[in-house]
């Protein structure tokens, strides 16, 4: 009886293990009720490697459910018990870093709570590949957001003392010194708020924040390059948040 029970235990153990090994499981989430302050993991996995998949067994605690997950920067799927990351950084050649959030509440919805862990992210240098018809006067506002003719942008965009830079074209990215950026309004017809430098005049600012309806806008941005000098012009959609 005593040889049969082992061989039964050994047949057990090795199933155990056969499953365990055959996932693609790079660890353990585990989301603390009592003590609030982050999500724990296990392994401890702090750096992840941009753009590569991680998944991770999640847990919490039975009264409670979670809600949804959010990655700062790149994706945060969810499949029943398994939670798949894909950082996605644009700082090439950079380390950066991602917060990720978990919304959870209790089973009766009478409690929402919010957990985070905040993870390193290695970026590698990007490969630029050959582009055959580069775009050329690109417009960028706060060095961060391509603006493009005819597409929508939040009025909040332009808020803050936000900056206008212009560049030859997207192969070279060679800067030029904005010189001036004008705003002019659809609504305030022949109105232009010009500014001295690469940042919005108050004016425009003042005019950007009445809007309530999405209307077009035409900025133009003046840049120079030594004794060469560029003016574009870009009519975009603004819209209020």
């Known amino acids: 009886m005593r040889y049969i029970f082992k061989i039964l235990l050994l047949f057990f153990t090795c199933v155990l293990w056969q499953n365990i090994f055959s996932q ?36 919490v605690s039975p009264e409670f459910k979670i809600s949804q997950f959010l990655f700062e920067k790149g994706l945060a799927i969810q499949n029943d018990s398994v939670l798949v990351i894909i950082p996605n950084s644009t700082k090439y050649g950079e380390v950066d870093t991602a917060t990720l959030r978990v919304i959870v509440t209790s089973i009766g919805g009478s409690r929402i709570m919010l957990f985070q862990r905040r993870f390193i992210i290695r970026v590698p240098e990007k490969m630029f590949p050959l582009i055959s018809n580069p775009k050329n ?80 806008v035409y900025i133009k941005v003046d840049g120079t390059n030594g004794k060469t000098k560029k003016s574009v012009w870009n009519r975009v959609i603004v819209y209020s948040e």
Do not use: C
Request: glycine residues 2%; positive net charge.
């Open 24 to 59: 693609r499981i790079n660890g353990e989430i585990f989301i603390p009720i009592s003590n609030r302050s982050e999500i724990w993991v296990k392994p401890k996995i702090d750096t992840l490697d941009n753009k590569k998949e991680y998944e991770f067994k999640i847990r």
């Open 137 to 216: 006067n690109l417009i960028k506002v706060n060095d961060q957001v391509l603006m493009e003719r005819n597409k929508p942008y939040s009025k909040e965009l332009f808020m803050n003392k936000a900056t206008m830079s212009m560049y030859d074209n997207e192969i070279s990215m060679k800067p030029l010194k904005v010189t001036s950026v004008t705003v002019s309004l659809m609504e305030r017809e022949g109105k232009q708020y010009i500014s001295s430098g690469d940042t919005l005049s108050l004016e425009a600012v003042h005019e950007l924040k009445k809007i309530r309806n999405p209307i077009p």
